[in-house]
Each structure stands twice: as structure tokens, then as C-alpha cells.
């Protein structure tokens, strides 16, 4: 049976993670109160933040500020995601 969690960034009740997300106690409050739907939608703008920043996941602050960035966005008033060249996708037109 899914764990279900009331995700912080949804506002709803949802499925949540299988288990922290990655160590430590920020992981934990994300395992906690994050659903996959929601961890999904990071990964998704974690992967544009690497790529349009090129950042090398290698340099420690590479890793600091993505971890920053998470935290906003889930806990905060949302990740700084000024990205270069980024075009949001236009919402679906219904008649």
C-alpha cells in the first residue's frame, strides 16, 4: 500500500516518496511532506538548472546552491529558476 503524505507543495493529499530523497535532515522533511508528483516537477527543473547553468555536479557548490534552491522550492517562497532562454509552456486553451 503507497504512503501518502500532504504535500506541502500541492496542497493535497497525494502519494508520497518511497524514502528520503538523499541524506541528512533535508531529505527527511522532503520524504515527509513532499509527494512524488511534486518530487517529479523538481527533478524536472533541478535537470534545467544544471543544464542551462552548466553546472558541474562535481563542485561542491554546485551542490550547495541546488540544495538552496530545493529547499525554496519546496519549504521557502520558491527556487530562484531565472533561467536563460526558458519559454514556460503556454497553458492548455479550452473552448
Known amino acids: ?9 500541492l496542497n493535497k493529499e497525494a502519494e508520497g516518496l518511497d524514502y528520503p530523497p538523499f541524506p541528512g535532515e ?31 555536479l562535481a563542485d561542491s557548490n554546485a551542490r550547495k546552491h541546488l540544495m538552496t534552491q530545493c529547499e525554496r522550492y519546496f519549504f521557502g517562497d520558491g527556487a530562484n529558476v531565472e533561467i536563460p532562454n526558458y519559454v514556460a509552456p503556454e497553458a492548455e486553451k479550452t473552448e
Request: glycine share 4%; aromatic share 10%.
Open 1 to 9: 500500500m503507497a504512503r501518502t503524505v500532504h504535500c506541502v507543495k
Open 26 to 56: 533535508l531529505g527527511v522533511r522532503i520524504w515527509r511532506s513532499v509527494s512524488k508528483e511534486a518530487w517529479a516537477e523538481w527533478t524536472r527543473l533541478q535537470t534545467m538548472m544544471v543544464n542551462e547553468y552548466g553546472l558541474n
